[in-house]
């Protein structure tokens, strides 16, 4: 099982830490308001623990798990904190309307994420592609992931497992604009073809 630290007291962040905490995972909560920190991890049980906002990570894995436009800030004011550590970046870069992607054309969130944390740091893209609401279900769901280091990937791919995920690598991080992609994808099919934002993205494999 995996050391996880998680920066982030959103739906995401609830529902990555019940499920990491239901897999056995050592879950560390971050946030910038302290006693919403300590409320999450009570309410998680299972050991979960509370870190100072900005302090070096208890966790290997470090799920960033805040909107895209606080992330680079986050990752910068933690700046060495953060040497060493295996990042999972969840956020979408979707518009307001989310009809398009705020990042420019060439990059993505995750390799602007990538940009500004240490170099001994890696960063995978993963979570972006599921619904919170859906993910705190409990269901078994596939999660998308990339990203350019293979021992981060191989970390992250046994995290997902252990939270009853499938993992599924589409390659390196420069697929994470695609990945993010996805975002208004979703969001156009639950507001039009499916008619609901209970839905999940599922890849069905031969054999």
Avoid: C
């Amino acid at each position: 099982m995996s050391s996880v630290s998680i920066i982030g007291l959103g739906g995401m962040a609830h529902a990555i830490a019940a499920r990491a905490v239901a897999g056995g995972n050592a879950v560390e909560i971050i946030g910038r308001d302290a006693a919403k920190a300590e409320d999450l991890a009570a309410t998680l049980g299972g050991g979960a623990t509370v870190g100072t906002f900005g302090a070096v990570p208890v966790g290997d894995i470090v799920v960033l798990a805040v909107p895209y436009a606080s992330a680079v800030p986050v990752v910068a004011q933690y700046g060495d904190a953060l040497a060493g550590r295996f990042i999972i970046d969840i956020s979408n870069t979707f518009n307001a309307d989310a009809t398009g992607l705020v990042t420019p054309e060439g990059t993505s969130g995750a390799q602007e994420i990538a940009k500004a944390v240490p170099e001994s740091a890696h960063v995978v893209k993963a979570f972006n592609t599921v619904f919170g609401h859906v993910l705190a279900q409990g269901r078994p769901l596939d999660v998308f992931f990339a990203g350019d280091d293979a021992r981060a990937k191989a970390d992250v791919s046994a995290f997902i497992e252990s939270l009853g995920l499938r993992p599924l690598d589409v390659g390196g991080l420069e697929m994470a604009r695609w990945l993010e992609g996805v975002g208004p994808l979703l969001m156009g099919l639950a507001r039009n073809g499916a008619g609901t934002f209970d839905i999940a993205l599922r890849v069905d494999l031969p054999g």
